[in-house]
């Protein structure tokens, strides 16, 4: 079975200043991982994705991540938080289920940002 | 190209009553999931179809939830009778592929039970 772990349900950080969201996942086999994104009355929408290859990954508005197998991590950062960046943040962890991709979300980290 | 829609975006209906949510994925999107989502819980994934299949409906609730995918075009998601504990945002979304292709969400359908 799969399951992901988001530390810390509410996270505040000061403007400019660094953003990390903690995820750390269980799986059996090697994972597909996916950081998404949920902005106030809208949909859940891709930040980053990590499959195969280089463990830092790099997604949009400046976010990356970087997967760490040894401490089953996939923490999300970002050098400098902007106001734009508030917003609930979701760790996905993506195995395969019968040829078909079944995925996992954690419970979601909001992130304010104070001016 | 159009997003996920879904619809209504929000539905206030009483305990014992019947709703049925509506989920147009992205055209030619074979992959169609329904999740909910209760209060300050993590997503739970419902079922997933391949185009009018269901591949994998493992997280129904039960049997009052009855979801169909006519002509693997939308989707409906009808709930009935609803109870109190059904109440949350029910997301759709759709992908491409098999596997480790991003999932596009809808907005939701906030689904409230009195």
């Known amino acids: 079975a799969q399951s992901v772990t988001q530390l810390g349900s509410h996270v505040s950080v000061s403007e400019g200043a660094l953003v990390l969201l903690r995820c750390n996942y269980s799986s059996s086999v090697p994972p597909y991982l996916f950081w998404y994104v949920q902005y106030p009355n809208q949909g859940l929408q891709l930040l980053l994705k990590?499959?195969?290859?280089?463990?830092l990954v790099k997604g949009i508005n400046g976010f990356e991540a970087e997967f760490k197998k040894s401490e089953t991590s996939f923490h999300l950062t970002k050098p400098s938080a902007h106001m734009s960046d508030a917003a609930e943040y979701f760790c996905?962890?993506?195995?395969?289920?019968?040829?078909?991709?079944?995925?996992?979300f954690g419970t979601g980290t909001k992130l304010q940002v104070i001016p | 190209e159009a997003g996920v829609t879904q619809f209504p975006s929000h539905s206030v209906i009483e305990k014992g009553q019947t709703v049925t949510l509506r989920c147009d994925p992205i055209s030619g999107h074979d992959n169609l999931y329904w999740y909910r989502r209760v209060m300050g819980k993590e997503i739970k994934f419902l079922l997933h179809?391949?185009?009018?299949?269901?591949?994998?409906e493992s997280g129904m609730p039960n049997n009052r939830f009855l979801a169909e995918r006519t002509g693997g075009t939308y989707s409906t998601l009808k709930v009935q009778p609803a109870e109190l504990e059904d109440s949350g945002v029910y997301f759709c979304?759709?992908?491409?592929?098999?596997?480790?292709?991003?999932?596009?969400f809808g907005n939701g359908t906030r689904l409230t039970v009195t």
């Open positions: 996905a962890v993506s195995l395969n289920s019968g040829g078909y991709q079944k995925v996992t």
């Open positions: 979304a759709s992908s491409q592929g098999r596997l480790n292709s991003p999932l596009h």
């Open positions: 990590y499959t195969t290859g280089a463990t």
């Open positions: 179809f391949v185009k009018e299949s269901k591949q994998d």
